[in-house]
């Protein structure tokens, strides 16, 4: 935790989802599956797919001009811009940077952060440092996925999991006690290999787990997944929780990664939450990487169910394996 006596908080909040829907249904008559599994394994009815001519980052920038304008700034007011993702659509120039130049945001250092499910929280714990600091004031942080372009619809497992989509926030000074409270990341590299995208280079072992030879596409252990993932929610909530004296009973609010139903049900009977303090989008979207925390956020504030003071809980988790939770007083 940060000592500063600088209190960094949410201002402004934007989501895209694009408008093709790919349901249960449809997927049927692409794999051997069934409305009734995928929705008893996943919790998932439907997800939304970005045309195949269309960029990644496309999604990513229509979420940041909203909550641009969400946040009431002008885009020369924004000075950092971190696009988080795992599905850029360059190696170079990054999303970022051309968010930065479609925005007009000609004062806004920007790059990209790659830390999967979890991409949002450590992009906005990033984000808060350098506004903590001084160094920059006004910064939006988007987490964006395109997974459809890296998944394999061949592969039963997998295909019936993601979408697409992105949100964003703009984060700024905001008065004391507000905004962000504390945050906690972590990380497991022993694990590295349970959730693989492979890109410039890829090894034996990589290429015979896709039977398809879509070498580029998204595999998952999913067992090992969803016991680190269950165990990881519920740890990274506490642990940013006890270190402000305060309990899941002080919160009225939780937003979790949501990659499948049975893992936040989970890890929130581990917490003893109700699901009640839980924006659930996972049935509606499906699993958008790091941009599912960003997008339920985003509904809520729209939908007036964030009220100021309202204590709340981001908490994710994803490959690296990454974890991460921040706490948040929220100030709007």
């Known amino acids: 935790m940060t000592i500063s006596t600088k209190s960094v908080g949410i201002i402004g909040t934007g989501s895209f989802l694009p408008e093709k829907v790919i349901t249960n249904q449809d997927l049927e008559k692409i794999v051997e599956t069934s409305n009734e599994w995928i929705l008893k394994r996943t919790g998932i009815s439907e997800r939304r797919i970005l045309d195949e001519d269309l960029p990644s980052y496309s999604m990513g920038l229509e979420a940041a001009k909203r909550a641009l304008e969400d946040s009431k700034l002008e885009a020369e007011d924004i000075d950092l811009i971190i696009f988080a ?164 009973d002080d919160l009225q609010h939780i937003f979790p990664h949501q990659a499948n139903t049975r893992i936040i049900d989970s890890a929130i009977k581990k917490l003893g939450v109700t699901d009640d303090k839980l924006q659930y989008i996972i ?22 169910k964030l009220k100021k003071g309202d204590n709340m809980v981001l908490v994710g988790f994803g490959g690296g394996l990454t974890w991460g939770s921040i706490a948040i007083k929220w100030f709007k």
């Open 85 to 248: 993702t795992v599905t850029q659509d360059y190696m170079t120039p990054s999303s970022a940077c051309i968010v930065q130049g479609a925005i007009g945001a000609k004062n806004a250092t920007a790059f990209d952060l790659n830390a999967a499910c979890t991409g949002f929280i450590y992009a906005m714990v990033v984000a808060e440092q350098f506004i903590k600091n001084g160094m920059y004031k006004h910064a939006i942080v988007i987490g964006c996925e395109g997974l459809s372009k890296v998944t394999d619809w061949k592969d039963r497992n997998t295909c019936v999991l993601f979408g697409d989509g992105a949100g964003a926030v703009v984060l700024g000074e905001v008065d004391e006690g507000y905004g962000i409270l504390n945050s906690h990341l972590g990380s497991d590299g022993t694990g590295s290999m349970n959730i693989t995208i492979p890109s410039l280079y890829i090894t034996e072992a990589e290429k015979q787990k896709r039977l398809n030879e879509k070498y580029n596409s998204l595999w998952m252990d999913g067992s090992e997944v969803f016991k680190f993932a269950v165990k990881g929610m519920s740890s990274a909530t506490l642990q940013v929780l006890n270190e402000l004296n305060m309990t899941v």
């Open 283 to 304: 049935q509606k979207y499906g699993n958008i990487s790091s941009a599912s925390i960003p997008v339920a956020l985003d509904e809520a504030n729209k939908e007036g």
